[in-house]
């Protein structure tokens, strides 16, 4: 990207309200700990082989009682596991996953982050008040299935991308922009945590940072860089996306947003009606973006 877009004003204002009324949020230091460790090398796109400048996990520890007793994540980690990583491979969704997806849509707009974003897109007439109708809306945009590979039956959606993550014919790793996932596989030792990736005017990120750019294996293969909100609740990530999906047809969308002290470009790509991908991007202070 040569040109870095003007900040949003207005919708910095709102993921502001956001970040504040998202009361699931995990706080560093007391519902989890981080360990940085070494900053990551450079690794090409495609590589499988990358220094590890991190030789414990990225998750010292996590309050997994939270996890369970929070509506909104325990009805989010029961989604984690009902798709086909890579892409080729057509997802079959059972009644069952259909149900678990409308148990967590339910909790998900039974919060008052997702209230405010419902409200403001009301008003932008992106969507109509009706919340039967707004559920609808979001179970098109992230949970069709569609094919990303030309040929292949409906291989991929928008929460599989972005939240579960995908293998790109077992040769990269494709999405896997979400904190609870990360956290849940690196547990199950299928994550290897290679390092931080730095921005340019700060040479190391702390260890409260709740967005981070990681590097890290999974599947045997190598992310060079991953970015990541660490800590906020489903809901206030699916607000966020949402609503940058919502206010324009352009198959990029980039908006410049400033959340708490984080100067952020969040991105939104779209696959026809539906969401392909979303991740934030922590900008530095000069034109060049990490990805």
Not at 214 to 239: D, N
Request: with cysteine; hydrophobic share 35%.
């Amino acid at each position: 990207m040569s040109e870095r877009e003007p900040l949003n004003h207005e919708l910095s204002k709102l993921f502001n309200q956001l970040w504040d009324a998202d009361v699931n949020r995990f706080v560093p230091g007391k519902d989890y700990t981080i360990s940085l460790q070494g900053k990551a090398g450079f690794v090409q796109q495609g590589s499988n082989i990358a220094r590890d400048s991190a030789s414990e996990p990225l998750f010292h520890n996590v309050n997994e009682q939270r996890l369970k007793n929070t509506k909104t994540y325990s009805t989010f980690v029961s989604l984690l596991d009902n798709y086909e990583a890579s892409t080729g491979m057509a997802e079959l969704v059972t009644s069952e996953e259909t149900a678990e997806n409308n148990r967590f849509l339910d909790a998900v707009l039974e919060t008052e982050v997702m209230k405010i974003a419902l409200q403001y897109l009301v008003g932008k007439n992106w969507t109509k008040p009706d919340l039967k109708n707004f559920k609808s809306q979001l179970y098109d945009i992230w949970f069709h299935l569609y094919s990303r590979e030309r040929g292949n039956g409906p291989d991929s959606c928008g929460f599989e991308h972005v939240f579960v993550g995908e293998t790109k014919r077992g040769h990269e790793i494709l999405g896997l922009h979400n904190w609870v996932q990360f956290y849940l596989q690196e547990k199950l030792k299928h994550i290897d945590y290679k390092g931080y990736v730095a921005r340019q005017n700060k040479s190391r990120p702390d260890e409260d940072d709740q967005v981070l750019s990681l590097q890290f294996s999974w599947k045997g293969l190598v992310k060079p860089v991953g970015s990541s909100f660490i800590g906020v609740s489903p809901e206030f990530e699916f607000a966020l996306y949402t609503i940058i999906f919502l206010q324009s047809n352009e198959r990029v969308t980039r908006q410049r947003v400033r959340i708490e002290e984080y100067e952020l470009e969040i991105v939104v790509y779209r696959h026809g009606r539906y969401i392909g991908t979303a991740y934030p991007v922590l900008l530095s202070s000069n034109n060049e973006d990490l990805y």
